[in-house]
T-cell receptor, first 116, second 116 residues
Framework: AQKVTQAQTEISVVEKEDVTLDCVYE???????LFWYKQPPSGELVFLIRRNSFDEQNEISGRYSWNFQKSTSSFNFTITASQVVDSAVYFC?????????????FGAGTRLFVKA | EPEVTQTPSHQVTQMGQEVILRCVPISNHLYFYWYRQILGQKVEFLVS????????KSEIFDDQFSVERPDGSNFTLKIRSTKLEDSAMYFCASSERRGATNYGYTFGSGTRLTVV
């Protein structure tokens, strides 16, 4: 069965600190996709990154970076030099093929507070 | 970048009334989904739809829910006889075919349903 665990419920940092959001997943499939979404107070899901299971390359996009390690089933997300605008709930998600397409399972989310 | 469009953004309805939430998926996507997020909780899978039929549904998706693709572009979620606990943000999503190497999975911005 698929499962996504975000052990950190809330994280509070001061602006300009680096912060890492942890994500551990479980799946029996060899083909799957991992995502991170940001949910600001307005409620929409903002897509941040998608990774497929065959691509373990880490990725950097501006202040954001992602560390995908299949050996530990983790897909961690780091924000460098955090800003107040980064305050949001961040969801890690796993999508794997089934007969109906790709159902996505979300973690419980990590609420990030960045204080000025 | 192509978008999944959801209307309305916010709907208020009286308990016991029927509501229809509308979504326009990305035009070349073949799989369609509805997800629900009760305030402050995780995003939960409701149903996936492919080839004009439900391909998978969760235990949440009981007989009060139904989905339909009434024409070539819309994908709707109907909730019959709404209950207070149906108050949530409902997200529509669409994805490409299974096995797509550059797999696209896109969420709409959500419809906030408030049942009073």
């Amino acid at each position: 069965a698929q499962k996504v665990t975000q052990a950190q419920t809330e994280i509070s940092v001061v602006e300009k600190e680096d912060v890492t959001l942890d994500c551990v997943y479980e799946t029996r499939d060899t083909t799957y996709y991992l995502f991170w979404y940001k949910q600001p107070p307005s409620g929409e899901l903002v897509f941040l990154i998608r990774r497929n299971s065959f691509d373990e390359q880490n990725e950097i996009s501006g202040r954001y970076s992602w560390n995908f390690q299949k050996s530990t089933s983790s897909f961690n997300f780091t924000i460098t030099a955090s800003q107040v605008v980064d305050s949001a709930v961040y969801f890690c998600a796993l999508s794997e093929p089934n007969t109906g397409g790709f159902k996505t399972i979300f973690g419980a989310g990590t609420r990030l507070f960045v204080k000025a | 970048e192509p978008e999944v469009t959801q209307t309305p953004s916010h709907q208020v309805t009286q308990m016991g009334q029927e509501v229809i939430l509308r979504c326009v998926p990305i035009s070349n996507h073949l799989y369609f989904y509805w997800y629900r997020q009760i305030l402050g909780q995780k995003v939960e899978f409701l149903v996936s739809f492919y080839n004009n039929e439900i391909s998978e549904k969760s235990e949440i998706f009981d007989d009060q829910f139904s989905v339909e693709r009434p024409d070539g572009s819309n994908f709707t979620l109907k909730i019959r006889s709404t209950k207070l606990e149906d108050s949530a943000m409902y997200f529509c999503a669409s994805s490409e075919r299974r096995g797509a190497t550059n797999y696209g999975y896109t969420f709409g911005s959500g419809t906030r349903l408030t049942v009073v």
